[in-house]
Antibody
Framework: EVQVVESGGGLVQPGRSLRLSCTTS????????VSWVRQAPGKGLEWVGF??????????DYAASVKGRFTISRDDSKSIAYLQMNSLKSDDTALYYC??????????????WGQGNLVIVSS | DIQMTQSPSSLSASVGDRVTITCRAS??????LNWYQKKPGLAPKLLIY???TLQSEVPSRFSGSGSGADFTLTISGLQPEDFATYYC?????????FGQGTNLEIK
């Protein structure tokens, strides 16, 4: 059974840092890209960024709203992905989801999501 | 970045109705379009990928169509469990942006 569990969230002051973890099991983690998606209170889904599998260089890409502040990394030996969030702002308050990105003939989609981890940025 | 615009933003319907949600991309994206269902307190659920391919175990009352810049999600014969918010997402180029969502409510 595929399991995806986010952790590390909580209350943090503006300007501070926080690191979320995405612990997975039940599938070949290293074969897949990993994406982070967030949902601010009362708002829609926002794609945050992703990290490609090592096969595709393990490179990353980010939404403009977090580029330069957030960093995604992965440890394939532990089947864990990370979202390092620096210089946090109140606008970053959201439920953060980790999800795997699948590829079907070049068509990418997100499946197998975690339950989400809440990050609150407030003084 | 590619902008995704859904319409309507909200929709009221009754059990048994047929509803259609539209998603428009700011440029042509081929068939690189996914649909997700989101319920409060639950993670998003993939319904359709590549514009019209139904994800496994998703009921056949859900269908997707379109290509280029205009896409639709149709639910034929609404069931009580279908009342939720629906999002489209383009996977043509990063950043893989979502639409703003369509909230489907019970009439």
């Amino acid at each position: 059974e595929v399991q995806v569990v986010e952790s590390g969230g909580g209350l943090v002051q503006p300007g501070r840092s926080l690191r979320l973890s995405c612990t997975t099991s039940g599938f070949q983690f290293g074969d897949y890209s990993v994406s982070w998606v967030r949902q601010a209170p009362g708002k829609g889904l926002e794609w945050v960024g992703f990290i490609r599998s090592a096969t595709y260089g393990g490179t990353t890409d980010y939404a403009a709203s977090v580029k330069g502040r957030f960093t995604i990394s992965r440890d394939d030996s532990k089947s864990i992905a990370y979202l390092q969030m620096n210089s946090l702002k109140s606008d970053d308050t959201a439920l953060y989801y980790c999800t795997s990105q699948y590829d079907s003939g070049g068509y990418y989609y997100l499946d197998n999501w975690g339950q989400g981890n809440l990050v609150i940025v407030s003084s | 970045d590619i902008q995704m615009t859904q319409s309507p933003s909200s929709l009221s319907a009754s059990v048994g109705d047929r509803v259609t949600i539209t998603c428009r991309a700011s440029q042509s994206i081929g068939r690189f379009l996914n649909w997700y269902q989101k319920k409060p307190g639950l993670a998003p659920k993939l319904l359709i990928y590549a514009a019209h391919t139904l994800q496994s175990e998703v009921p056949s009352r859900f269908s997707g169509s379109g290509s280029g810049a205009d896409f639709t999600l149709t639910i034929s014969g609404l069931q009580p469990e279908d009342f939720a918010t629906y999002y489209c997402q383009q996977s043509y180029s990063s950043p893989y942006t979502f639409g703003q969502g369509t909230n489907l409510e019970i009439k």
